[in-house]
């Protein structure tokens, strides 16, 4: 059951990456073409700032989930309501919070950029965008929580991409008719406002939520443990953006944005992955089945590690020529830059392949245990960027997150190896190497076949198809020569699950 609830979530949560990617690549082409780089810039700046409002929210969902692992896998229904009241609760006081920051964000950001857009401008566009992150704290988040924990995470998933399928089809329309980015904008908080909204009311009534109940706010006492895993992870992922919108210019963010913007997309597609995976090592971990836990982490770490391996190997190899392609015609700032789409590109490929052992420390709950390394690792890519992007800009700052993400991925493998699985580290860097030789492999073989230069999207995708191939068979052949028993269980459990036979 636990591998049927796994694949679906990640089928669905697949759908959702991949309409994810395409629609973010449509909406930020049309942003440059009708309005210019500087507006990508600058919508991309607002959204990663409004990042720092959610950091208010971080923590509760991995502390919730942890909790309620343990009642839904023994059906303890009062336990889930408790539990399901006191983060709710929470979520309503962060809620208010949180309109009160990106008021005040909404006030401030504009000084940040008063030499291209206008106070009124930039504030009002704040407003606008913040408007959706809002609406999701106050209505949606803690439904979203109890449907991971539950592995029914798909149907959040299903109901996320028609959000972005319409959210990019209102958006093209009013674009290509002159619309400012103001009722562009606008139109998308309408949208995913609706999302938190009927998701609140599915779960409501599939789980018979009772809200009059006494909160158990003891269950989720490790949710400041866990804020510092989040802001971790949230300085991984805006810290670039941020440091470039204070440092250099909007120029130069809308040169971040469209390498960012495929590597986030890839990243929620390798993610998808990892979807339900979570709650299945929390029900393992709760039960106390050490050794099938074992096995299985041996499993999604072949799994992972040869996605990562082949997703971001694609990726040093196609992106430049995706990029040229993308932005003909955009001469407003010179868009290719391949050393930093190279350092950026490895620093994503670390932040891959940590995704198994994060996932075990979280479902395990051991937030406080790795809180050391949560607030290292920020540290280190903070100072990092400040200090790298004055002489080297771009890449720089991709400096400072390629540092903090090894040692984030390494302290994560570490703790999770000593002190859960309880097996040889030795493992972790075997693995490494091994993902180093077969992107060596690929390299050489791709760069020998002298491949045609594209110069449109026919010609690429050609190119992706054949290096893709390339790509699979490589990474095969290695992980039957290095990690055979390993390969033969995920094919046989990737089987099952496809099968819809019962399995862990």
């Given at each position: 059951?636990?591998?049927?609830?796994?694949?679906?979530?990640?089928?669905f949560?697949?759908?959702?990456?991949?309409?994810?990617?395409?629609?973010?690549l449509?909406?930020?082409?049309?942003i440059?073409?009708?309005?210019?780089?500087k507006?990508?810039?600058?919508?991309?700046?607002?959204?990663?700032?409004?990042?720092?409002?959610?950091?208010?929210?971080?923590?509760?969902?991995?502390?919730?989930?942890?909790?309620?692992?343990?009642?839904?896998?023994?059906?303890?229904?009062?336990?889930?309501?408790?539990?399901?009241r006191?983060?709710?609760?929470?979520?309503?006081?962060?809620?208010?919070?949180?309109?009160?920051?990106?008021?005040?964000f909404?006030?401030?950001?504009?000084?940040?950029?008063?030499?291209?857009?206008?106070?009124?401008?930039?504030?009002?566009?704040?407003?606008?965008?913040?408007?959706?992150?809002?609406?999701?704290?106050?209505?949606?988040?803690?439904?979203?929580?109890?449907?991971?924990?539950?592995?029914?995470?798909?149907?959040?998933?299903?109901?996320?991409?028609?959000?972005?399928?319409?959210?990019?089809?209102?958006?093209?329309?009013?674009?290509?008719?002159?619309?400012?980015?103001?009722?562009?904008?606008?139109?998308?908080?309408?949208?995913?406002?609706v999302?938190?909204?009927?998701?609140?009311?599915?779960?409501?009534?599939?789980?018979?939520?009772?809200?009059?109940?006494?909160?158990?706010n003891?269950?989720?006492?490790?949710?400041w443990?866990?804020?510092?895993?989040?802001?971790?992870?949230?300085?991984?992922?805006?810290?670039?953006?941020?440091?470039?919108?204070?440092?250099?210019?909007?120029?130069?963010?809308?040169?971040?944005?469209?390498?960012?913007?495929?590597?986030e997309?890839?990243?929620?597609?390798?993610?998808?992955?990892?979807?339900?995976?979570?709650?299945?090592?929390?029900?393992?971990?709760?039960?106390?089945?050490?050794?099938?836990?074992?096995?299985?982490?041996?499993?999604?770490?072949?799994?992972?590690?040869?996605?990562?391996t082949?997703?971001?190997?694609?990726?040093?190899?196609?992106?430049?020529?995706f990029?040229?392609?993308?932005?003909?015609?955009?001469?407003?700032?010179?868009?290719?830059?391949?050393?930093?789409?190279?350092?950026?590109?490895?620093?994503?490929?670390?932040n891959?392949?940590?995704?198994?052992?994060?996932?075990?420390?979280q479902?395990?709950?051991?937030?406080?245990?790795?809180?050391?390394?949560?607030?290292?690792?920020?540290?280190?890519?903070?100072?990092?960027?400040?200090?790298?992007?004055?002489?080297?800009?771009?890449?720089g700052?991709?400096?400072?997150?390629?540092?903090?993400?090894?040692?984030?991925?390494?302290?994560?493998?570490?703790?999770?190896?000593?002190n859960?699985?309880?097996?040889?580290?030795?493992?972790v860097?075997?693995?490494?190497?091994?993902?180093?030789?077969?992107?060596?492999?690929?390299?050489?073989?791709?760069?020998?076949?002298?491949?045609?230069?594209?110069?449109?999207?026919?010609?690429?995708?050609?190119?992706?198809?054949?290096?893709?191939?390339?790509?699979?068979?490589?990474?095969?052949?290695?992980?039957?020569?290095f990690?055979?028993?390993?390969?033969?269980?995920a094919?046989?459990?990737?089987?099952?699950?496809?099968?819809?036979?019962?399995?862990?």
């Amino acid at each position: 059951m636990r591998g049927k609830k796994a694949t679906r979530n990640t089928l669905f949560s697949l759908l959702e990456q991949l309409v994810s990617v395409v629609c973010g690549l449509i909406l930020p082409r049309l942003i440059m073409a009708t309005l210019g780089s500087k507006y990508n810039g600058l919508t991309s700046s607002v959204s990663q700032f409004l990042s720092c409002a959610i950091l208010l929210r971080s923590g509760i969902g991995g502390a919730t989930r942890a909790a309620l692992y343990k009642s839904i896998a023994q059906e303890k229904h009062d336990e889930i309501n408790a539990i399901v009241r006191a983060t709710d609760l929470f979520m309503k006081k962060i809620g208010l919070i949180l309109a009160a920051g990106i008021v005040l964000f909404s006030i401030t950001y504009p000084l940040l950029v008063q030499n291209e857009f206008g106070w009124v401008f930039s504030c009002s566009l704040f407003l606008i965008i913040g408007a959706s992150t809002f609406a999701e704290s106050f209505f949606g988040i803690t439904y979203l929580i109890v449907l991971q924990a539950d592995q029914r995470v798909w149907i959040a998933s299903l109901l996320k991409s028609i959000c972005y399928i319409i959210n990019t089809a209102l958006g093209a329309l009013l674009l290509l008719n002159g619309q400012s980015i103001h009722v562009v904008k606008l139109c998308s908080t309408v949208v995913f406002v609706v999302y938190p909204i009927i998701l609140g009311i599915y779960v409501r009534k599939h789980y018979k939520i009772n809200k009059n109940v006494e909160p158990d706010n003891k269950a989720i006492s490790q949710r400041w443990d866990a804020f510092w895993q989040q802001v971790a992870t949230f300085v991984t992922t805006n810290t670039d953006i941020m440091v470039l919108t204070v440092f250099t210019n909007m120029l130069e963010v809308s040169v971040y944005t469209v390498y960012n913007m495929v590597l986030e997309g890839l990243r929620r597609v390798l993610t998808s992955f990892s979807n339900g995976l979570e709650a299945a090592f929390g029900n393992m971990i709760a039960k106390k089945e050490d050794n099938l836990l074992r096995e299985n982490v041996a499993i999604i770490e072949t799994i992972l590690y040869s996605a990562s391996t082949f997703i971001y190997t694609c990726a040093a190899l196609l992106i430049l020529p995706f990029v040229t392609i993308y932005t003909h015609n955009v001469t407003d700032v010179n868009y290719i830059r391949p050393t930093f789409a190279y350092v950026i590109i490895l620093a994503n490929f670390f932040n891959g392949i940590r995704i198994p052992y994060q996932l075990v420390v979280q479902a395990a709950g051991h937030y406080k245990q790795t809180k050391r390394g949560a607030i290292i690792e920020p540290i280190i890519n903070l100072s990092l960027s400040i200090m790298l992007v004055y002489k080297f800009g771009l890449i720089g700052v991709a400096i400072g997150t390629l540092v903090a993400t090894i040692f984030r991925t390494v302290q994560y493998s570490v703790y999770m190896s000593r002190n859960i699985v309880k097996r040889n580290i030795g493992l972790v860097l075997c693995r490494i190497l091994v993902s180093l030789f077969e992107f060596s492999i690929i390299y050489l073989i791709v760069n020998n076949l002298g491949l045609a230069r594209p110069d449109d999207y026919y010609t690429w995708l050609l190119n992706a198809l054949i290096t893709g191939m390339i790509s699979v068979v490589v990474i095969a052949l290695c992980n039957v020569v290095f990690f055979k028993n390993d390969t033969v269980r995920a094919v046989s459990k990737i089987k099952d699950s496809l099968a819809g036979r019962k399995g862990a």
